[in-house]
């Protein structure tokens, strides 16, 4: 994650391990009562070099993550671009 080796107990939710790390990446849709919706795209991060949502990903084999580069960044706002374009029709 971030540069940095963890071993990590298989089956764990990426977006809740990243959490657990103290590593901030948005995630609107998410709520741990409800598990992953995956409705919003926010939460993307690169897991071995492919845009991916991180709440909707489990780890179940060695992978790496990343959550700091400019094309998880540019996702991540464009996601939010997206909820907020829409949410401007509603809310003045
Ligand atoms: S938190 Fe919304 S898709 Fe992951």
Excluded: W
Aim: proline letters at 4%; glycine letters at 6%.
């Amino acid at each position: 994650l971030d540069g940095t080796d963890y071993l990590v107990e298989p089956g764990t939710n990426l977006l809740e391990f990243i959490r657990s790390r103290d590593t901030f990446v948005p995630a609107i849709c998410y709520n741990e009562s409800m598990g992953p919706i995956q409705t919003c795209d926010t939460c993307t991060v690169e897991i071995d070099g492919k845009i991916e949502r991180a709440c909707g990903t489990t780890i179940d084999r060695p992978m790496t993550v990343n959550t700091t580069t400019d094309q998880v960044q540019a996702s991540q706002k464009e996601a939010l671009d997206r909820i907020l374009e829409k949410h401007m029709l509603y809310c003045t």
